[in-house]
């Protein structure tokens, strides 16, 4: 079975600082990796994925996201936070065929003036 | 132009009750999603549909009843509500079943009392 592990349900950065939010998977096969952003009282919007091809993804709004197997993790980056960063986020993770999309707990991200 | 939409947005009924969640996406999908986020902001898929066919079908309640009219609607109908049935629920829509970006709704705020 595949899951993920969002290490933080909340991280606070000041404005301008460099985000980092983490996210570990697990999985048997290859995944597909992906993140959203939740901003309050609406739904998912997708930021970037990772489906097998360039290891480093580039997503909106600047972040970005490295995959790399040898530590089964792919964390969110941005090198400079803004106020309107401010939101959950979801690690999710899924592989090829009928399977659902199964996410992590979410980190809500807190940006300081 | 509204990507997925949901109908309502909020709804708020006594136990007991029989209620129904809209969903129709735009975007010429095949596949179909809900979803449900509790309290503390974790996400779990439900049912998926592809082609109107009935795919994924987590471990929920029988008194969750899933309906695809056509690919551009699926909707929720929920029998018997209970308090535990409060939650944010979210439809989705991909292209094909694995590896796709999902597009979300706005979400529906059930509130059982």
């Known amino acids: 079975a595949q899951s993920v592990t969002q290490l933080g349900s909340h991280v606070s950065v000041s404005e301008g600082a460099l985000v980092l939010l983490r996210c570990n998977y697990s999985?048997?096969?290859?995944?597909?990796l992906f993140w959203y952003v939740q901003y309050p009282n609406q739904g998912l919007q997708l930021l970037l994925k990772y489906t097998s091809a360039a290891t480093l993804v580039k997503g909106i709004n600047d972040f970005e996201a490295e995959f790399k197997k040898s530590e089964t993790s792919f964390h969110l980056t941005k090198p400079s936070a803004h106020m309107s960063d401010a939101a959950e986020y979801f690690c999710a993770v899924t592989r090829a065929g009928n399977t659902p999309l199964v996410f992590g707990k979410g980190t809500r991200l807190s940006v300081i003036a | 132009d509204t990507a997925v939409s949901q109908t309502p947005k909020y709804l708020v009924t006594q136990m007991g009750n029989d209620k129904s969640i809209k969903c129709e996406q735009n975007?010429?999908?095949?596949?179909m999603y809900w979803y449900k986020q509790d309290s503390k902001k974790f996400l779990k898929i439900m049912f998926s549909?592809?082609?109107?066919?009935?795919?994924i079908n987590e471990t929920v309640p029988n008194r969750f009843s899933p309906k695809s009219p056509d690919k551009a609607h699926l909707n929720l109908h929920i029998n018997s509500l209970e308090l535990g049935d409060s939650a944010v629920y979210f439809c989705?829509?991909?292209?094909?079943?694995?590896?796709?970006?999902?597009?979300f709704g706005p979400g529906t705020r059930l509130t059982v009392t």
């Open positions: 549909y592809n082609n109107k066919e009935l795919i």
């Open positions: 975007l010429g999908h095949d596949t």
């Open positions: 999985s048997s096969v290859p995944p597909y």
């Open positions: 989705a829509s991909s292209q094909g079943l694995a590896g796709g970006e999902q597009y």
